[in-house]
C-alpha cells in the first residue's frame, strides 16, 4: 500500500471518527427528534387512521372431488393439492367467484368485496387462509361467512376433480386487526433519530471552519510549527486590577 493509499485511508477514519464524536455529542437532539416522531406517528394512528376488523377462514385443498372415496392420501396427491392452492388463491380473486361472494354477503359488488380480500398459503402446506378486512366487525364477519357457503362449490365446479373444506370458520373479531399504534410509534422514532443524525452529518461536513490541528494537517501540507496558547484569564478581572493599582499609586502620592 502506497503512502497516498495509506494517507486516505488515514484521512476516512478520522473523519467517520468525528462524525460519530458528533453525533454522540448532539445525543439529545437524537433522543428528542425520536420522541417527536414517534409521539407523532402514534397521534396520526390513532386519531386519523380508522381501525380496521379481520375475520378469517382456513380451507384444505384436496386433490380429490367430494364424491371420491380416498382410503390414504399419497405423497403425489399432496403435491399436487399445494399445486392446486396458488391456483385456488388466483381463482378466488376473479369476479365469477366475489360477484357469489357479494351477492350471498347482502348485495355486494365484485370490487367491494376485492377490496376486503386478503388470500395466504399457510407456509407450505395444503392449507391457505382467506381474510376479510372491514372497519365494522359485524360487516367482515358476513364476509367471510360467505366466503365459507361459497368458496367450496364454486372452486371445485371450475376445477374439477379436486375439492376444498373448510378447517376453521369464520369468528367475529374483537379487537382490531390495524393499525398497530406500537409498530408505528416504533417506526416512527425510529425515522426521526435517522433524520436527526442525517441532520448532524450534513451540518458537519458543511462545516469548513477549521477547529483544530488535525483540519489544519488535512488541508495543508506543511507542517505545524506552533500553536498559540489560550488564555484563560478574564478580561474584567485584569481590568480591574489594573484600576486598583492606579488608585493605590494616587493614594501613595497624596500620602
Known sequence: MTDLETERRDGIEINIRKLVFACLDKWWLI????VIAATAAGLVTAKMIQPKYRSTVTMYVNNASNYEKVNYISSSNLSAAEQLVSTYIGIISTDTVLEQVGKQAGGMTAGQVRACL???QVGETVLFRVGISHTDPATAL???RAVEDVMPDALSAIVEGSSTKVVDRAKLATAPYSPNIKKNC?????VGSMVAVLIIVLLHILDVRIKDEEDLIALSKYPVLGQVPEFTGDS???EEGRTDTKTAKRKGDNT
Open 142 to 144: 358476513r364476509i367471510a
Open 31 to 34: 433522543v428528542l427528534c425520536a
Open 186 to 190: 416504533m417506526m416512527g422514532g425510529a
Open 118 to 120: 386478503a388470500t395466504q
Open 236 to 238: 474584567k478581572d485584569t
